[in-house]
């Protein structure tokens, strides 16, 4: 159906290391966007997919979409303690209906 | 300024009671949603409002009632509370056109005695 899966379901880095997260959907993705929830605090905004193939990067963080708009990843670069928290990815659909993803929840060790 | 905000930040209730949570953001945003985010941090839509009309209704008990006074506030009452009911509800906002980014709040714990 609708649901987005992500794996994985939690990461523990060293801090340094780097980390990647993966969205996945059996069905095309009009659009893709990402949040992050720190613990304890609220889904935050990252970014925003909307075409095949597009890749986009906030410093340390890429953002890239699937040649098929079926799949997404979020990838970190030298991960950071302040990088802690949930990530999510979530489709977009009609009515500005958001499916979110499962998360995956990153640890970093310092 | 706090951009969506929530109150109450926690709620702590017994089973059978009736609870409300009130929403309001300074966005001038015009569609409004509630989320639950349960234990496992699985983040559901609940309702979604677009200039007060009820727009996205998912699969809610009809314990759940939201209203909507007016585009900038969407309340949230719980009828019966249930022990299932435990979890974060988080209200959003947003413009309508296109997917635009959904802007949260912090969020309601709900604990159900």
């Known amino acids: 159906g609708q649901q987005v899966m992500q794996i994985p379901q939690y990461q523990h880095v060293q801090e340094g290391e780097d980390f990647t997260t993966y969205c996945n959907s059996s069905?095309?993705?009009?659009?893709i966007q990402w949040y992050k929830q720190r613990p304890g605090g609220h889904p935050v905004f990252l970014i925003q997919l909307v075409k095949s193939g597009e890749v986009k990067k906030q410093k340390r963080l890429t953002f890239q979409f699937g040649e098929a708009k079926k799949n997404s990843s979020l990838h970190i670069t030298a991960t950071q303690t302040t990088d802690v928290g949930t990530y999510f990815c979530a489709r977009g659909g009609a009515t500005n209906k958001l499916i979110f993803g499962t998360g995956t929840l990153l640890a970093v060790q310092p | 300024d706090t951009a969506v905000s929530q109150t109450p930040k926690y709620l702590v209730t017994q089973m059978g009671n009736d609870k409300s949570i009130k929403c309001e953001q300074n966005?001038?945003?015009?569609?409004m949603y509630w989320y639950k985010q349960d234990s496992k941090k699985f983040l559901k839509i609940m309702f979604s409002?677009?200039?007060?009309?009820?727009?996205i209704n998912e699969t809610v008990p009809n314990r759940f009632s939201p209203k909507s006074p007016d585009k900038a506030h969407l309340n949230l009452h719980i009828n019966s509370l249930e022990l299932g009911d435990s979890a974060v509800y988080f209200c959003?906002?947003?413009?309508?056109?296109?997917?635009?980014?959904?802007?949260f709040g912090d969020g309601t714990r709900l604990s159900i005695l």
């Open positions: 069905t095309t993705l009009s659009n």
């Open positions: 966005l001038g945003h015009d569609t």
């Open positions: 409002y677009n200039n007060k009309e009820l727009i």
């Open positions: 959003a906002s947003s413009q309508s056109r296109g997917n635009q980014p959904q802007h």
